[in-house]
Nanobody
Framework: QVQLVESGGGLVQAGGSLRLSCAAS????????MGWYRQAPGKQRELVAG???????NYADSVKGRFTISRDNTKNTVYLQMNSLKPEDTAVYYC????????????????WGQGTQVTVSS
């Protein structure tokens, strides 16, 4: 069983910063990619930032220059440093991982965390 546990959300004023963490645990053989998505009320879930095991990083245009994704492979943990936060960044942020477990079917599977609320006040 794989679990993704997020932490670090909260309430912050516009212009402030937050750091989200997501730790993957369980019978993990390898993690191919980890990332962060967000979903605001009434909107579809969207990719915020993604990081592959090969080091490829993608950011949503709306967060480029303000958010930074990083990963600690020794801890199976991905981070999202969010600076210069805006009210439009308010959403539930979800961690996502694409990984292979230590038992069959030995194929890459996708997992989601439970989500953490980020609220930016104006």
């Amino acid at each position: 069983q794989v679990q993704l546990v997020e932490s670090g959300g909260g309430l912050v004023q516009a212009g402030g910063s937050l750091r989200l963490s997501c730790a993957a645990s369980g019978s993990i053989f390898t993690i191919n990619a980890m990332g962060w998505y967000r979903q605001a009320p009434g909107k579809q879930r969207e990719l915020v930032a993604g990081l592959t095991s090969g080091g490829t990083i993608n950011y949503a245009d709306s967060v480029k220059g303000r958010f930074t994704i990083s990963r600690d492979n020794t801890k199976n943990t991905v981070y999202l440093q969010m600076n210069s936060l805006k009210p439009e960044d308010t959403a539930v942020y979800y961690c996502n991982a694409d990984l292979i477990q230590r038992f069959p079917p030995w194929t890459s599977q996708n997992y989601w965390g439970q989500g953490t609320q980020v609220t930016v006040s104006s």
